[in-house]
C-alpha cells in the first residue's frame, strides 16, 4: 500500500550526504539531490496540496550518528512521513579507512530498529531507501585521495548486502514502503553505463539522483 501525503503534512528525508546534498548551501534546505526533486515535482504535480518538506540529513552519517540526533532533528519535529537512506557509511566506505572501524550488520539493524520504534509508535509513516552501491569499474578517488579499485568494492559488497538485508527486513518489520534502490541501480546500470548514474559508485549524479525522485514519488499518492 502507497504512502499518502495529505494536504498540510511534513515530509522529512534525513540520512548522510546522499540526502544532504549540501543542504545549509541552499535557499530551501532541500539540498540539490533527489529531496528538491521530490518536492519540486509533487508540487507540480499538486499545486492544491501544499506539503512543508524538510531535510536533516548530514553528510558522512552513520545509523549511530542519526541515533544521536535523533530527538532534536527528527522525532520533535513530529513529521507525518520520514524518508530515511542511511547504510553506506557504515560500510566499506569508511571501514576500508584507516581512521574507520568495522560495523556488524547486526549493529547496525540494532540501532536502525531504535530510530524507528518511536516514531512506529507516533503513526509516522516510513520509507526507508536501501544503501547502494553502483556497480561502475576502474579506480576512482573516495575522499581523503582514497583510491578505491574493484577489490575493494568487492569488499564493500560483502560488507553492505547484509546491512541491505537487514534494512529489508526492518521495512516488513514496521509495515515500511521500501524502495530497494541497490536492485534499481543495478537494472539502470545495464540500461547505460553506471558512471551515467554515479561517478564513484556511491553518490549519484543528477541521473542518479533524478532515478531516487522517481522511484521515491512512486511509492506514494
Known amino acids: 500500500m502507497t504512502i499518502t501525503i495529505r494536504s498540510g503534512s511534513t515530509v522529512m528525508f534525513t540520512g548522510d550526504s546522499i540526502t544532504d546534498g549540501r543542504r545549509r548551501e541552499s535557499e530551501d534546505g532541500l539540498g540539490t539531490g533527489y529531496p528538491l526533486l521530490v518536492a519540486g515535482e ?3 504535480r499538486h499545486p492544491d496540496r501544499p506539503v512543508t518538506w524538510l531535510n536533516t540529513a548530514n553528510a558522512g ?10 530527538r532534536t532533528d527528527v522525532l520533535d519535529a513530529r513529521p507525518d512521513v520520514l524518508s530515511i537512506l542511511v547504510g553506506v557509511n557504515d560500510t566499506g ?6 581512521k574507520g572501524y ?4 547486526e549493529r547496525f539493524e540494532a540501532t536502525y530498529d531504535r ?3 518511536p516514531l512506529a509508535e507516533a503513526g509516522t509513516r516510513l520509507l526507508l531507501i536501501e544503501p547502494f552501491l553502483v556497480p ?3 579506480v576512482v578517488e573516495a575522499g581523503d585521495a582514497v583510491l578505491i579499485g574493484e577489490k575493494e568494492r568487492e569488499q564493500w559488497r560483502a560488507d553492505l548486502d547484509p546491512k541491505i538485508q537487514a534494512v529489508r ?17 543495478a537494472e539502470l546500470g545495464a540500461t547505460a553505463r553506471p558512471e551515467h548514474w554515479s561517478a564513484d559508485g556511491v553518490h ?3 541521473a542518479g539522483h533524478a532515478a531516487l525522485a522517481a522511484a521515491w514519488l512512486r511509492l506514494v499518492a
Open 204 to 206: 549519484p549524479t543528477p
Open 93 to 98: 566506505w569508511h571501514t576500508l579507512d584507516p
Open 61 to 70: 552519517d552513520k545509523a549511530m550518528d542519526l541515533e544521536a540526533r535523533w
Open 42 to 44: 509533487w508540487g507540480h
Open 136 to 138: 561502475i569499474r576502474g
Open 169 to 185: 527486513r526492518l521495512a516488513r518489520r514496521y509495515g515500511a514502503q521500501l524502495l530497494a534502490a541497490d536492485g534499481r541501480f
Open 115 to 117: 530510530l524507528l520504534a
Open 102 to 105: 568495522p560495523i556488524p550488520a
